[in-house]
């Protein structure tokens, strides 16, 4: 059985490690270990690679590691509670190679499905433990996401579901934000103060989230006070 998985992920340790956390979980719920080894190989033949190949997965083809990741994800988000596969999803947004804060996917998430606080931690600690997701519990938490799941991410979500989400996280960051006054007279306002943004990921990508949801074509930015932070026209005035 164990040479069985070896062939058929390619030896990959992305995808042995995704394997054997969807084992793991199984057998948590009280699956024996060779059942849940053996549902886990035959999802990845069936919807794998070694579907067309009885060979197994060659882990320096892209094709069939992307076919093999794919088979191996969507058995995992399987285990995931009502919504947790388009919340998995909506992850896809963020920035490729980037700490996301927790923080910051909590508030997405509270736009996207009204999910409370509580209920995002127990959904990441879930991500997490599937290996869908890294989380580093420092400066607040950090979410991360291997480049190979992300791509499925926003493959799933296409190109209208990345809009999509991009305005939602736009919406999650400026129901947080205070009022902005006039710059000056005459001149074009912002409703919402900007500058006052500390975290650092939405600073770095103030522009490109605005910009990928396509949601206002007077979307701009500029500098404040010499800095690094963003002031960004307000979508909705006109």
Not at 111 to 139: F, K, Q, W, Y
Request: proline share 5%.
């Amino acid at each position: 059985m164990v040479t069985d998985v070896l062939a058929l992920t390619g030896r990959w340790p992305l995808l042995l490690r995704l394997v054997n956390r969807l084992v793991d979980r199984k057998v948590r719920l009280g699956v024996p270990v060779g059942d849940a080894m053996r549902a886990a190989s035959q999802r990845l033949r069936d919807a794998g690679p070694s579907a067309t190949d009885t060979a197994g997965m060659d882990a320096a083809i892209a094709a069939q590691r992307e076919e093999a990741v794919e088979a191996t994800i969507e058995a995992a988000v399987d285990l995931l509670p009502p919504g947790g596969r388009d919340r998995y999803r909506e992850l896809g947004v963020f920035a490729e190679d980037e700490a996301v804060p927790v923080t910051l996917v909590c508030q997405l998430w509270h736009t996207t499905a009204s999910l409370p606080t509580d209920r995002s931690h127990e959904l990441l600690t879930e991500l997490a433990e599937l290996a869908l997701i890294t989380v580093d519990p420092s400066n607040g938490g950090r979410l991360g996401l291997h480049d190979v799941h992300r791509d499925y991410l926003r493959r799933a979500l296409s190109p209208a579901g990345l809009a999509r989400v991009n305005a939602y996280l736009l919406d999650s960051v400026i129901a947080g934000l205070p009022t902005a006054a006039p710059l000056a007279v005459g001149t074009l306002g912002l409703r919402h103060a900007w500058w006052d943004i500390d975290d650092g990921y939405v600073l770095d990508h103030a522009v490109e989230h605005p910009v990928a949801s396509r949601a206002s074509s007077a979307a701009m930015a500029g500098t404040v006070a010499g800095s690094r932070k963003s002031a960004l026209v307000d979508a909705t005035q006109a």
